[in-house]
């Protein structure tokens, strides 16, 4: 078993930068052996994919939605792995999630969420006008 905690969620206004963290533990868990993603969810709105990182850190990959704005990243040696968001919009408003699935690819990403195995109880991001 996986667990995912977020942290890092808040209020920031349109404009403005947010970090966001999910720190990863487990019983025989070696971090780097999971590909790990950043999800979100608005209200009324299904689940969307915002990033993905590979287990060694070497490969990420983003929607349109948020590609030049935001950058995942992951420290394998602190279990954690990041969401950088710059330039926020009214409509990245949603729960991010951390999610994680175990691969034995390093190099792989995955960007659909029915992917991942283990979830995280998600962060509320709210971004003002």
């Known amino acids: 078993q996986v667990q995912l905690v977020e942290s890092g969620g808040g209020l920031v206004q349109a404009g403005g930068s947010l970090r966001i963290s999910c720190a990863a533990s487990?019983?025989?868990?070696?971090?780097?052996?999971?590909?790990m993603g950043w999800f979100r969810q608005a209200p009324g709105k299904e689940r969307e994919f915002v990033a993905a990182i590979s287990g060694n850190g070497g490969n990420t990959h983003y929607p349109d939605s948020v590609k030049g704005r935001f950058t995942i990243s992951r420290d394998n040696g602190k279990n954690t792995v990041y969401l950088q968001m710059n330039s926020l919009k009214p409509e990245d408003t949603a729960v991010y999630y951390c999610?994680?699935?175990?691969?034995?690819?390093?190099?792989?990403?995955?960007?659909?969420?029915?992917?991942?195995?283990?979830w995280g109880q998600g962060t509320q991001v709210t971004v003002s006008p």
């Open positions: 487990g019983r025989t868990f070696s971090f780097s052996r999971y590909a």
């Open positions: 999610a994680a699935v175990y691969t034995p690819y390093g190099s792989s990403w995955y960007d659909l969420s029915s992917t991942y195995d283990y």
